[in-house]
């Protein structure tokens, strides 16, 4: 799934789902370093561990992250199942 976030730098975040198994996570824009170490903490994680974990994390004065928004992403394609 091919995610929009709202309020972060990065542009998009691609998720793989194998039942609520995360089997991958990259963004594009943003941080690259920060992007590539949010993927690899969360992967073969159980997503709603993921979403619990990383739900209301802000980022300097924004009222959200891109871990925020992986958060929102998951939830999204968590309802969708």
């Not at 691609?14 to 963004?27: A, G, H, R, Y």
């Not at 993921?50 to 968590?78: E, H, Y």
Request: glycine content about 12%; charged content about 15%; aromatic content about 2%.
């Amino acid at each position: 799934m091919r995610f929009i976030p709202k309020g972060i730098c990065a542009q998009a975040i691609d998720i793989e789902l194998d039942q609520n198994i995360i089997k991958s996570v990259t963004f594009t824009g943003g941080c690259n370093g920060n992007h590539k170490g949010i993927g690899a903490l969360v992967e073969g994680m159980d997503a709603n561990d993921a979403i619990q974990k990383l739900s209301g994390i802000t980022c300097g004065m924004r009222n959200t992250s891109c871990p925020d928004q992986l958060a929102v992403a998951l939830q999204q394609m968590m309802s969708q199942q």
